[in-house]
């Protein structure tokens, strides 16, 4: 297996290589997100790649910030995000 860093964006260069990873690299504390590609397997690495970005919340900031919103709808959000969080907690110690 050869050890290439590439970012994640750039699959057409993972595909001319049999074995590689696709790293983010860590940086004032940002979460490294890490794909090991086998066998020229790329549509399956992306789709890891896609789930672990969805995991982390990527998409949903990424979502909030097209347009701009409010602060009082902001904390709003929050507070319901927050009591369906709690809410959840409270479901899995009940079983």
Not at 46 to 60: D, E, R, T, V, Y
């Amino acid at each position: 297996m050869s050890s290439v860093v590439l970012p994640f964006f750039c699959p057409l260069l993972a595909q001319r290589l049999k074995n590689l990873y696709i790293v983010t690299k860590k940086k004032k504390g940002r979460v490294v997100l890490e794909v090991k590609v086998y066998d020229n397997d790329i549509e399956k690495a992306l789709k890891i790649l896609k789930n672990k970005l969805s995991k982390s919340g990527l998409f949903k900031e990424l979502k909030l910030r097209r347009a701009y919103e409010k602060p009082s709808v902001k904390r709003k959000r929050k507070a319901i995000e927050a009591r369906r969080r709690y809410a959840k907690v409270q479901r899995r110690r009940s079983y």
